[in-house]
Nanobody
């Protein structure tokens, strides 16, 4: 049974940066599309970034475009979400996801979910 484990969440001041990691255990990430979702208090789950497994194409939602970057290191079986110019509205629990042989153009991955990690942006 595969597992995803997020790390890197923290309290950061507005304008700061954080890099979240998502390590996969029990399955190879290189055959999986990877996604990042977040859920703020009282808000619906929001998909924010996706990277396909086939061609590595990347997509981010408008609310984080130009600030967040999704990447992967297949050798380390780990994915990342680099978050820059953080805003208080980025405060949420962040989840990484994975799904085998999927293009983000079809839909974003939902088969595997990490446990979630808190990111708080506040002065």
């Amino acid at each position: 049974q595969g597992q995803l484990v997020e790390s890197g969440g923290d309290l950061v001041q507005p304008g700061g940066s954080l890099k979240l990691s998502c390590a996969a255990f029990g399955f190879p990430l290189d055959h999986h599309a990877i996604g990042w979702f977040r859920q703020a208090p009282g808000q619906e789950l929001e998909g924010i970034a996706c990277i396909s497994n086939s061609d590595g194409s990347r997509y981010v939602t408008d609310s984080v475009k130009g600030r967040f970057i999704i990447s992967r290191d297949n050798a380390k079986n780990t994915a990342y979400l680099q978050m820059n110019s953080l805003k208080p509205e980025d405060t949420a629990v962040y989840y990484c996801t994975a799904e085998a042989e999927l293009s983000c153009l079809i839909r974003w991955p939902v088969d595997y979910w990490g446990q979630g990690i808190q990111v708080t942006v506040s002065s």
